[in-house]
């Protein structure tokens, strides 16, 4: 049965998070699944990474690959900083996505990143924050900063979507233009396409935020609704050579698989 919330493709965060109380008071984060793969997409595609993805999204976007982990019913374990650090530790890989669900609804999420970028034995860890665009980034773009006089010796990265009109008119509308000023180099705005509307979509929109001399940009596919043949058409006929195509590198290579990869 679908929850009502999820008729606009909007989910209320709030309520999804109360789901979760008891872990938010004993400070544990909830933890839909965690696992060691490939990066199927991003900056730093096909590089092993330890994946910690979250439970609980405040979207519901008509694509979502994940659908089964922003529910708001789904089974999750409470882990703590310590944990977390430990199981990173324990996986012998020095980069780390957390995804979700939408990581920036996690209150603890600050000090998770902290003590991940703390992290200097065996080697500094590369940390990759994946976000669906609509919630506030600036105080993890601060945090970034902060950590980085401070000389912790990890990097942190955000890849922030920017909803396309498939993902649903009321979640692309949802984006907020202010996360996109806080890029960098370091960073990705991703857009996934699943027609040649959202392709003219994503080229305005780059253009109008200034996407291409800011940060890296990402065009994927909606799985099953475009040919990657397309986008590389259009960005070869538009002259888009800033922008990246990716593919799931996941659904390649594990096409059957919906968890743990």
């Not at 919330?5 to 699944?33: C, K, M, S, W, Y």
């Not at 994946?130 to 990265?157: F, I, K």
Request: net charge negative; hydrophobic share 45%; aromatic share 6%.
């Amino acid at each position: 049965m679908v929850p009502e919330e999820e008729n606009d493709g909007l989910l209320d965060a709030e309520r999804h998070q109360a789901r979760h109380t008891i872990a938010a008071r004993a400070q544990l984060f909830p933890v839909a699944e965690k696992f060691v793969s490939l990066n199927g997409e991003g900056l730093a595609a096909g590089r092993p990474a330890a994946f910690i993805r979250f439970a609980g999204c405040n979207m519901w976007c008509t694509y979502c690959d994940t659908r089964w982990a922003n529910h708001p019913l789904v089974e999750v374990e409470g882990w703590s900083v310590p944990q977390l650090l430990a199981w990173v530790a324990e996986t012998g890989v020095s980069c780390v996505t957390l995804t979700g669900g939408e990581p920036l609804l996690q209150p603890y999420l600050p000090d998770l990143v902290q003590a991940l970028l703390a992290v200097s034995d065996p080697r500094p860890l590369r940390v990759e924050i994946e976000t669906n665009g609509s919630r506030d980034l600036e105080p993890m773009a601060h945090l970034r900063e902060v950590c980085a006089e401070a000389g912790l010796p990890g990097s942190l990265h955000f890849t922030v979507d920017w909803k396309t009109p498939t993902a649903g008119e009321a979640v692309s509308a949802a984006m907020r233009r202010e996360n996109y000023e806080l890029l960098d180099a370091r960073d990705a705005v991703k857009f996934v396409v699943g027609s040649e509307e959202d392709l003219t979509f994503m080229e305005a929109r780059a253009d109008e935020a200034g996407l291409w001399d800011r940060c890296q940009v990402l065009v994927s596919p909606v799985w099953g609704a475009i040919e990657p043949a397309e986008i590389a058409a259009c960005l070869i006929e538009r002259g888009l050579d800033r922008a990246r195509l990716q593919l799931q590198l996941h659904k390649i290579i594990w096409p059957n698989e919906t968890k743990g990869v």
